[in-house]
């Protein structure tokens, strides 16, 4: 499975972006989608995380009430609508993507993510 992302890009803290994440090689729907990011000298951190048919999303704490995650399995896209962006978001935004069920009961595991993308870098300023 090769996972492309896109959107990232330069923005001005309290606006919005949105991120796409392309997925081709196997059927889309298999899959739970998630997104993490890691800010420079930071580990890795799990964003969001959306489930095979959308029917359940989970998201990590600092971004609940301003981030969405979505999937469109007829376009094989996961995204990631970012509002009201802090300097904090700053970082390099990567889609993963697990085959696994156990993904949903643990989705900041990120060993239990098969696929992952190159990352789009996202810079808030303030």
């Known amino acids: 499975v090769q996972l492309v992302e896109s959107g990232g890009g330069l923005v001005q803290a309290g606006n919005s972006v949105t991120l796409s994440c392309a997925a081709s090689g196997r059927p889309f729907s298999e899959f739970t989608m998630a997104w993490f990011r890691q800010a420079p000298g930071i580990e890795r951190e799990f964003v969001a995380v959306?489930?095979?048919?959308?029917?359940?999303?989970y998201y990590t704490e600092s971004v609940r009430g301003r981030f969405t995650i979505s999937r469109d399995n007829d376009k094989n896209t996961v995204y990631l609508q970012m509002n009201s962006l802090k300097a904090d978001d700053t970082g390099v935004y990567y889609c993963?993507?697990?085959?696994?069920?156990?993904?949903?009961?643990?989705?900041?595991?990120?060993?239990?993510?098969?696929?992952w993308g190159q990352g789009t870098q996202v810079t808030v300023s303030s």
């Open positions: 993963a993507a697990s085959a696994r069920t156990a993904a949903l009961l643990r989705p900041r595991a990120s060993d239990l993510y098969d696929y």
């Open positions: 959306i489930s095979r048919t959308s029917g359940v999303t």
